[in-house]
């Protein structure tokens, strides 16, 4: 069994290198993670300078890892295509440092890590911990190499699929359980705080107070605060199928002829 780690945090986080050694218990593990923190770069790919690759030792062991002046989806791309000559049986992306809920998902490098594997045609999963506070990873790796040990076994998760996993910072015996989820809605008040430089010029660092406004059980915002692990199949197809019809109704004829 090969699988490939990755995520958007850098490769010497703590995070990455619970997982991957947590992971190692199944098979073989590559590792293939951004040289620096690479938080909320979303899908973003490298086209207009060359991509470095780097051989290193995982923080505190003799394990070694690929680091990548790019991307998670870089990273994944390499690993999947020219790092390994072994067929890639699964793909994981964490564990994140602070959650990935709602529409955080199309930000987060984390998630994106996963979705380029999904875009390949390759089972994968996001695991992130719910807090940006100093928490232990161990109890979430375990639950990372179960699910992997879950998909590997089922290889039913469909073309195009990753599933988004969320970790309350609980004691193992503090978490209520598993829930199975959609996208919750949130969004940031007070987004950007306004200031002024040494030199008197106004300039503006990206903040935001977390809202969530979805207070629907299947969430996976109301899932985290319930003390639940919060499990949510995404698809990269974000078509809205259901509008296609409607909007072949619309007069777009006369679109052309104002053109």
């Not at 619970?18 to 899908?43: F, M, W, Y």
């Not at 985290?224 to 197809?237: E, V």
């Not at 296609?244 to 006369?254: A, N, V």
Request: aromatic share 6%; with cysteine; hydrophobic share 40%.
């Amino acid at each position: 069994m090969h699988i490939l780690v990755t995520n958007d945090d850098g490769v010497h986080a703590e995070g990455i290198r619970v997982l991957a050694l947590e992971l190692e218990k199944l098979g073989t593990v590559t590792v293939v993670a951004p040289d620096r923190e690479r938080s909320a770069t979303g899908h973003a790919i490298t086209m207009h300078h060359p991509l470095r690759v780097e051989e290193v030792r995982l923080a505190g062991t003799e394990r070694g890892a690929y680091m990548v002046n790019g991307t998670p989806s870089d990273c994944v791309k390499l690993g999947i295509e020219a790092l390994t000559t072994e067929r890639v049986d699964l793909v994981v992306s964490g564990i994140n440092r602070g959650p990935n809920l709602g529409t955080d998902v199309l930000y987060s490098g984390t998630v994106s890590g996963a979705l380029e594997a999904a875009i390949s045609g390759l089972p994968a999963f996001a695991i992130s911990l719910a807090t940006y506070e100093e928490w232990p990873y161990e109890y979430a790796a375990r639950f990372a190499r179960a699910l992997a040990e879950e998909i590997l076994q089922r290889r039913d998760l469909p073309p195009g699929t990753l599933l988004n996993v969320n970790v309350p910072c609980l004691e193992p015996s503090e978490i209520s359980g598993v829930r199975i989820t959609r996208l919750g809605l949130r969004r940031y008040k007070k987004v950007f705080d306004q200031r002024i430089d040494p030199r008197g010029k106004t300039y503006y660092w990206l903040a935001g107070e977390v809202v969530d406004l979805d207070d629907d059980p299947d969430a996976d915002t109301t899932a985290i605060r319930n003390n639940y692990i919060s499990i949510t199949p995404l698809h990269f197809d974000l078509t809205q199928h259901g509008l296609i019809p409607r909007l072949k109704e619309w007069d777009l004829t006369r679109c052309l002829a104002l053109s």
